[in-house]
C-alpha cells in the first residue's frame, strides 16, 4: 500500500519527536496549501507510549533471555516447560499484568539416545549421520533398527511403491530452499513416516525442512493415528539427504539407526492466561497469544520465545497507559503448540461460552524478526476500519496489510467460532535456518528487528482494543471431510 | 591489475573458441590500427588443452565425490587415511600419471565420547554445549571435568591473571566475524591450551574459529610440548561461548566436560607423490601440493578435498598433453597436514638433496572456491616473468597477482632451502563457515568454481614447467629465534 499523504505527515510527526496532542485537532478552516497533519482517528499519545518504550527499553529482548538463557528448552511435561509457566507468571506479576494459569493435559515425549549410520558397503566406507528423533517417534530395538532405504518425494510417491517398501527405511527428500516452501514439504514430516509404517516399512528418514545447513538437523512432530502403526521416525540434515540420494544413485545403500525416544503418561501442565481489563467494554475481548513451549533441542528463541516476550511486552505497555483500552486485552501462553496442541484446544474449550465475545484474536509464532505486515482474517469491511489506524507503524515498515490471511496454529481451535483473526507478519526468511534444531538461540534473534515487532503488535493490539467498531465475523475456516479429531495446525511458523 | 589490451584480446581469442596456432605468430609488418592480438609468449593451444577439458570435463569434481562419499573423513593413522593413500594411487595410475608412495611416521589421535554442559546454577537451568576435542587433547576422567569457567580473550590476559585459573577452565574468546580474522585468533586454539595447562587450569573450551553457526563446533589442533602439562581442550560453537560469555556477567559458571579422546603410538602412513617427467629439464622440478589428510569430523571436501582434486586434475591433464612441458612436474599429496605437518617434514628432508633443484612449489589449501589471483613468493622479477603467461586466466578471474606472498603450511619445510613459492588464491569468505566441521561435506563445493580454480592450477603449473625462465630464489623466512622443532603452519588454510 502507497503511504498516503495523511500517512506520511503522521508517521513524521512521531519520528520527529514532537509531542502531537492527544486529542483530534479542529479540522482547518481552509484548505491546505501544503502537506499538513490532518487529525488522526487514534490517540497519537497512545502510539508514542506504546511504540517509544518498545523501541527503546530491550525489554522484550531481556526477557527473551531470562527464557532461552535462564530457562532454555520447554517441551510439553518437560521440567524446563514447568519452570517457564512459572516464569511468565512471576514476569506478568513484575509488570502489574493480572495473570493466572488454566490447566493443559499434555503429551510427554522424550528424546533419548540417537545416532545413525550409513553402512559401508563395496562401493563406499560408512558415514555417520547427523539426525533428530521426531516427536512422536517410537524408540529402535536397543541395538538400533537395520535396513535397505527407499527414497521418496510425496506420500503419493510411496503409495505408488505398494509393498515394496515392506521391511524399509522410508527416506523422504524434498527440495525445500526458501522459507515459503515450508508449507509445500511440511507434511513429509508430518504425514510420511505415518504413511511408511501402514505400507510396511520399519523406519523412516525425512530431509530436513531447512534453508540453511551446517549438518542441522531439524525436528518437529510427526503424527501416528491411535492404533495405527508406529515406527522409528528421524530427521536428517540436508548434508546427509544429498549424501543418501547420490549414493542411492550407484546402487542399494543400507542404514542403521538408533533411537531411544519413550513416550510417558500424559502430563500436567498449564495454558497461562493475563488480562488488562477493558474500560468499556470488558466482555469484549481482544486475544494475543504465543506458545510457551519449545522443542527440546535450542532455546526455542525464535520458536516461539520471540512471540511470547512480544506479547508479553504488549502487555506490559498497555497495562501502564494512563488508561486501559474499551475491551479486555487477553494474552494467552499456549503449552504444547509443538507437538500437540492441547493448550489451544484447552482454552476454546474452557472458553467455549466467551468465543463469541471474541472480537478479535493474534498468534505472533514466525520469529522475531522485523515487521513487515499486518495481516487479516475478517469479514467484510475489516481493512477500512483497521486502516485509519496504520499510520504509527509507517516507520516500522508494517503500515501495509499482507497478501497472507492472519492465522496461528494455536488459534485454530477458534475458527468455528469465527473469531477475526489479526497479525503482525515479521520477516521470517531465515527462520527455517535455525527452526527445530539445536540452533534457535538467543543469538539468532535482532534486538532491534524484535523491539520493531514488538511495537507493532502492542500497537495493533491496541488498535483492536480502541477502536470504535468491532472487525466483521468471517465465515468459519473451510472443513475437508468429517470435523477432524485434530484440529491441523497452519503450517507457517508451527 | 587492470586488463591490458593484450590481456583482453589474448582472453577473447580463447572464449571464442578459434583455434589460434600453437607458435607465436609472426610480429605484425606494420602498426596494427585496431585492437589486435599480439603474440602470446605461450603455446595457446596448451591453454585451451588445460583449460578446456578442466571447465567442461567435471573430472575433478568426481574425484571429490569419491573422496569424500567414498572415503570420508581421513585424520592421520586412520583407516580412512588409508584407503585415501590407496584411493589416490589407484586414480594416478588410472590417470596415466606415474605415483608411488613415500613413507611418514604420523601421531595417531582418536576422538572418544565427548559432551560438555553449563551445570544449573540458582539463576539458571543447565544447557548442554556443543563441543568437538581439539586434535591432541587428552582426554577427562571419565567421569568427566567439573570445574568454574574464566574467560579471556587473549594469551597475554591469561599471562596476566597468574595463579588465580589455578583449578579452572579457561574459556579463550574472540571476535572472529569474516575468514581474514583466522589468523588473528587461531593462536588462541593452537597455544591457548598449553599455556592454560602451564597456568594451572585444569582444562580449555575455545570459541570455534568460525565465520558462520548453526551451533556448530570447529576442531582442529593445539599444540602441548612434550614434558609440559597437558589439559583437556575442545572448542565450542560460538552460540555457547556467546552463552557462557552471558552467564558469567551474571556471576561464576560451573562447566562439565566429557572427553574421552586418546593418543595412540604413531602409525605408518604415506605421502603419495607422482610426477610427469619434464621433456628437457627433468632435474628441476615443480611441485604442486595439497594435503590428503582431513580432520575426523565431516569428509574434509573443503580441506583439503578440493585442494587434492585439483592438483590430481592438473597432472592427468598435464600428462595427456602431446608433449611434458620442460621441467618435471611433481605431485605431493602431504599427510598429516592437520595435526603434525608430519608429511611435509618428511618430504622436505627425504628430498633434501633435491630442493636446491625445485624451482618452485605450491599448495592448495584454502578450499574449493573459485579462483581470484596468483601469488607468488620469489626474488626479484618474479612477476614480470610470470605476467606474460597469465592471459589464459583473465576469463577465470584469476589474472592478476594478490597482495599476498604464496605459502603453504606443507611447504614451510621447504622455506629454508629457499624455494620459490606460487599459488592459485581462491575465495575462501565462506570457506571458515564449514572448516573443521562436520559440516564440510561435497555439497559445499560448487562444481563451477572448482572446476574454475582447477583450471586456473593446471594453467599456472604448466606455465611455471614451461616458461623459458626460472624464478629467482627468495631470502630464506624469517626464523625467529632458534630454529623450532616443528615449523610454524602458515594459518590460513590450515
Given amino acids: 500500500m502507497p503511504a498516503s499523504t495523511f500517512v506520511l505527515s503522521a508517521s513524521l510527526a512521531l519520528l520527529s519527536g514532537a509531542a502531537p496532542a492527544a486529542k483530534p485537532a479542529a479540522a482547518p478552516s481552509k484548505p491546505a496549501a501544503t502537506v499538513k497533519a490532518s487529525a ?11 511504540i517509544g518504550p518498545a523501541l ?3 525489554h ?4 527473551l533471555a531470562e527464557l532461552t538463557d535462564g530457562i532454555g528448552p520447554r517441551l510439553s511435561g518437560s521440567e524446563g516447560a514447568e519452570a517457564a509457566v512459572q516464569w511468565a507468571l512471576r514476569s506478568f506479576k513484575a509488570d502489574g499484568v493480572k495473570a493466572w494459569t488454566e490447566p493443559v493435559k499434555v503429551p510427554r515425549w522424550v528424546r533419548g539416545e540417537e545416532r545413525g549410520e550409513v553402512l559401508a558397503s563395496a562401493r563406499t566406507r560408512g558415514h555417520p549421520l547427523s539426525l533428530l528423533a521426531l516427536g512422536d517417534s517410537p524408540p529402535t530395538p536397543p541395538e538400533g533398527l537395520t535396513a535397505e532405504v527407499v527414497e521418496v518425494t510425496s506420500v503419493e510417491q510411496l503409495a505408488a511403491l505398494g509393498d515394496s517398501v515392506k521391511g524399509k527405511i522410508v527416506f523422504f527428500n524434498h527440495t525445500m530452499t526458501v522459507a515459503a516452501d515450508y508449507g509445500r514439504f511440511a507434511g513429509l514430516r508430518g504425514r510420511g513416516p505415518a504413511a511408511a509404517a501402514k505400507a510396511g516399512a520399519v523406519g523412516a528418514l525425512v530431509r530436513s525442512l531447512a534453508t540453511a545447513s551446517l549438518r542441522t538437523p531439524h525436528t518437529g512432530s ?3 493415528e491411535d492404533g495405527a502403526p508406529k515406527i522409528p521416525a528421524a530427521s536428517i540434515a540436508t548434508e546427509d539427504a544429498d549424501l543418501l540420494h547420490r549414493m542411492l544413485a550407484g546402487g542399494p545403500v ?10 510417558l503418561p500424559d502430563a500436567d501442565s498449564s495454558n497461562v492466561i493475563a488480562e488488562i481489563r477493558g474500560r468499556e467494554k470488558p466482555q469484549e475481548i481482544v486475544l494475543i497469544g504465543a506458545h510457551l513451549d519449545s522443542w527440546d533441542v535450542g532455546t526455542g528463541a525464535h520458536d516461539d520465545g520471540a512471540g511470547v516476550v512480544m506479547v508479553m511486552e504488549a502487555a506490559r505497555l498497555l497495562a501502564k497507559l494512563p488508561q486501559a483500552p474499551r475491551r479486555t486485552v487477553r494474552v494467552v501462553l499456549f503449552m504444547n503448540e509443538e507437538n500437540g496442541l492441547r493448550g489451544a484446544r484447552a482454552y476454546a474449550e474452557a472458553h467455549a461460552a466467551e468465543l463469541p465475545r471474541h472480537v478479535a484474536a493474534m498468534e505472533m509464532d514466525a520469529g522475531g524478526g522485523r515487521p513487515v505486515a499486518v495481516s487479516l482474517r475478517a469479514g467484510a469491511g475489516g481493512q477500512d476500519l483497521v486502516r485509519p489506524w496504520l499510520p504509527p507503524l509507517v516507520a516500522l515498515g508494517a503500515a501495509n496489510f499482507s497478501a497472507r490471511e492472519a492465522g496461528g496454529a494455536d488459534l485454530s481451535p477458534m475458527g468455528p467460532a469465527r473469531v477475526p483473526f489479526f497479525g503482525v507478519e515479521v520477516d521470517s526468511s531465515r527462520y527455517f535456518d535455525v527452526h527445530h534444531t539445536h540452533a534457535d538461540t538467543l543469538d539468532k534473534v535482532d534486538p532491534q528487528d524484535l523491539a520493531r515487532s514488538t511495537a507493532a503488535v502492542a500497537w495493533v493490539t491496541y488498535a483492536l482494543a480502541e477502536m470504535p467498531g468491532t472487525l466483521v465475523r468471517p465465515e468459519p475456516p473451510a472443513q475437508p471431510g468429517p470435523p477432524a479429531a485434530a484440529p491441523q495446525p497452519k503450517v507457517s511458523g508451527h
Avoid at 488522526?40 to 506504546?50: D, R
Avoid at 543400507?254 to 513416550?263: M, P, T, Y
Wanted: hydrophobic share 40%.
Fill in 40 to 50: 488522526p482517528a487514534y490517540p497519537q499519545a497512545v502510539a508514542e507510549k506504546l
Fill in 222 to 224: 510427526t503424527r501416528f
Fill in 56 to 58: 527503546t527499553e530491550g
Fill in 254 to 263: 543400507r542404514v542403521k539407526v538408533v533411537l531411544g525416544s519413550s513416550s
Fill in 60 to 63: 522484550a529482548y531481556a526477557r
